[in-house]
């Protein structure tokens, strides 16, 4: 716990140019941060290092591992298997000789096509709230501050530096703002401000929503940075509550590439969309002095600053050296770790288990003496993660051919079948990134034989199982145009599936993704991006030696029928407005309200076991229990799902249902539990703007069950 006296009397002694070094970003020495705080040596306040985030640690020049795609972690809709997975990046990033980690996450997935939802959690915000928490309290026990990113209402890539999303206050606090409060309860310890706009005024500038609500209304003392380049103003920024600029340097090169594209033509450069202007640096440094001067900033918020960011570093043992005693061994959690065999088995944990098994017709799992045929563009290169600041470069990877390889007892045969997908990332946009002449191995790098589809088409024929991986391509700074899978591979599936009919596809995106085969082939499995595990994660759940326990954190349905679709204005949006006219009605809200069927919903994911549930019960004001047995002759990993339907109230358009709580268990053959389930608040109340939040009197219904579309049993709640 941060001791505020001591930080008082830190703070006491600093001059203003000693304070200014603590809130402006500057060149890291050893250049292995994103972000670099210089400190203040005679004082005694070390340097401060903050790191990308949110797949792994993306330290310069350095191999970290690399954890599955975030929304993958949120399908496994275990938080505590998140807080193992923040716990081993916490001590990466320790070991890394980092402070705070850029990560979690939890922006809300309301479009499909956003480029960042590998990074995101959910279409929901009790679920990305709860995983969210767990990744935030797994980081921080590595005594590394975790940063909540990116508040708020940034939930496309295209137009991201410059969109105002326009949204009802409804709309903001039942939906996009409850992940935040959540990482706010769990003890975050610095919030990331997002590049949009919101109603019209930058975040950086909000007052409201960063000075008002994070700070005033959910009482965060932790610091608020700025995303890159994102601070839009000195005074505003500083006087609605923005505490760090990041990263206070311009990008090297930045200023030269915009310069020399306008030197023939006399226009103003224009930033690629989606890129920030690497330009914009130092308006914390002397532009701040100046503010506070002139009195358009008070001196005291330049100590308010300070304080938040001391605070942090106290808290987590900067200041008085604590935390070196524990690098040497006080306790195992705050020891930093490198690739280690335990963070290597919570990366390949997550991948197995957030594995949604979409359908299954009985081939799967695979019987071990199969003879089985590896096809698809990508399959000699892991599927590490999508583009952008989330990149991490593991020490160790398996491909999808070497994970079966290593697993299959039968005869395995690959083809290519059509032309690589290759990866997109947000580092080819940079006008100030030469080309990188670095290979890291993976299929982009590698001169790929010609692919045939007749090649695949027999290896299909010849096999006893036809198994098909195909991908996406996604990445930071970019939305997808579309949700069909990229190249030819629909055609590749459609061609091995008529050639075999135990075919499998084993899909990886970045968020749903349509397949329009899916009645054609035999099983399909969604992997997210698995990361460096892999071909192993894949091997481990095609054979049946891990149940594929995940659950699908985002609804999945034709391109046409999501709430964004067909509609400019809602998405990408018109002269630079994005509105938000669908209100709540998003994800399964919007399947729910509109009564029609995806083609898989929310929560949706079978198991190689099979569970019965029984009669659920209240057992407290916020509680429901039930029992499920697994009734198969095998163990399985079933996901409890409580949702919560409101009575019907005059003139007020509710949700029909709203995830109330979830939890996972693990169940051998033949064993039953009783699983009590919390209730969150959020699922009972609805955000009235004139009087707040509000609990209707009633009746509600708790429904219990698999899905959000598979309700088992159900229990009324009165309030
Ligand atoms: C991203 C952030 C990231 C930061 C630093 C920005 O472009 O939006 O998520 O942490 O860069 O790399």
């Not at 100046?290 to 001196?299: F, H, L, R, W």
């Not at 288990?353 to 003879?371: E, H, I, S």
Request: hydrophobic fraction near 40%; aromatic fraction near 6%.
């Amino acid at each position: 716990m941060a001791d505020d006296d001591h930080i008082e009397a830190v703070l006491a002694r600093l001059s203003r140019p000693q304070k200014l070094a603590l809130v402006r970003g500057a060149t890291d020495p050893e250049g292995t941060a994103t972000g670099y705080l210089s400190g203040v040596k005679e004082a005694g306040i070390p340097p401060f290092r903050l790191v990308d985030g949110p797949l792994g640690i993306r330290a310069e020049g350095q191999r970290a591992t690399a954890f599955p795609a975030s929304i993958a972690t949120a399908a496994t809709f275990d938080p505590d298997l998140a807080r193992q997975q923040g716990a081993a990046m916490g001590r990466e990033a320790a070991a890394l000789g980092q402070d705070a980690l850029l990560a979690p996450g939890v922006n809300i997935i309301r479009v499909p096509h956003c480029g960042r939802n590998f990074e995101y959690l959910s279409e929901d915000p009790v679920h990305a709230g709860a995983v969210g928490a767990g990744l935030i309290d797994g980081i921080q026990s590595a005594d590394v501050v975790a940063t909540v990113k990116h508040f708020v209402a940034n939930n496309q890539e295209t137009h991201r530096t410059t969109v105002s999303t326009e949204v009802d206050e409804r709309t903001l606090r039942e939906l996009y703002l409850p992940p935040f409060r959540s990482a706010v309860d769990a003890g975050v310890g610095s919030v990331m401000t997002a590049y949009n706009r919101v109603n019209g005024t930058h975040m950086s500038d909000h007052g409201r929503l960063v000075g008002d609500v994070l700070k005033g209304e959910w009482g965060f003392d932790g610091y608020v940075v700025s995303d890159w380049y994102g601070i839009e103003s000195t005074v505003g920024a500083a006087n609605a509550g923005m505490d760090v600029e990041m990263p206070g340097v311009a990008a090297p090169g930045a200023a030269e590439a915009a310069n020399s594209d306008t030197a023939d033509d006399a226009e103003e450069f224009e930033w690629p969309d989606g890129i920030p202007d690497a330009t914009r640096a130092g308006l914390f440094g002397d532009p701040l002095v100046e503010a506070i001067d002139s009195g358009e900033v008070p001196a005291e918020r330049l100590d308010d600053m300070v304080r938040r960011v001391l605070g942090q570093m106290d808290r987590f043992g900067r200041l008085d050296g604590s935390r070196t005693a524990a690098e040497d061994g006080a306790s195992d959690d705050q020891a930093g770790e490198l690739d280690s065999q335990r963070h290597r088995d919570i990366a390949a944990d997550v991948a197995a288990r957030g594995t949604v098994l979409l359908d299954n017709d009985g081939v799967l799992p695979l019987a071990d003496g199969a003879d089985v045929a590896v096809i698809g563009p990508n399959i000699d290169e892991p599927k590490l993660g999508g583009g952008g600041s989330s990149e991490t470069t593991p020490v160790h990877s398996v491909t999808p051919v070497a994970g079966i390889e290593s697993r299959a007892e039968g005869a395995v045969t690959t083809a290519f079948g059509v032309p690589q997908i290759a990866s997109v990332s947000l580092f080819d946009l940079l006008p100030f990134v030469g080309e990188d002449d670095d290979t890291d191995g993976t299929a982009a790098d590698i001169a790929q034989q010609d692919p045939s589809l007749d090649d695949a088409v027999d290896a299909a024929a010849a096999a006893d199982v036809a198994v098909v991986f195909v991908r996406d391509a996604t990445t930071e700074a970019r939305d997808r145009d579309s949700l069909a899978l990229p190249g030819q591979q629909d055609d590749l599936v459609s061609a091995v599936a008529a050639a075999n009919e135990n075919t499998v596809v084993v899909v990886r995106s970045g968020g749903p993704v349509e397949l329009p085969w899916r009645e054609d082939v035999a099983a399909v499995l969604e992997q997210w991006y698995p990361g460096q595990a892999d071909g192993d994660a894949a091997a481990a759940v095609l054979y049946g030696d891990r149940d594929p326990s995940g659950r699908l954190p985002v609804t999945f349905a034709p391109e046409g029928e999501f709430p964004t679709a067909g509609a400019e204005r809602r998405y990408p949006g018109v002269d630079d407005e994005v509105h938000y006219d669908e209100g709540v009605f998003i994800g399964y809200r919007h399947f729910d309200d509109e009564d029609a069927d995806p083609t898989y919903p929310f929560g949706h994911g079978h198991s190689y076991a099979t569970f019965e549930y029984g009669d659920a019960e209240t057992t407290g004001e916020r509680t429901v229990a039930v029992t499920v047995k697994n009734a198969a002759d095998r163990p399985g990993r079933e996901v409890i799902q409580a949702y919560v339907r409101p009575p019907s109230v005059d003139g007020v358009d509710r949700p029909r249902r709203e995830l109330a709580g979830f939890e996972a268990v693990q169940l051998d053959a033949d064993e039953q539990k009783t699983v009590a389930l919390t209730l969150d608040d959020l699922a009972f109340s609805r955000y009235d703007p004139n009087s707040g939040w509000t609990v209707d009197t009633g009746t509600y219904t708790v429904e219990i069950g698999r899905s959000s579309r598979d309700i088992r049993t159900t229990v009324p709640v009165d309030r």
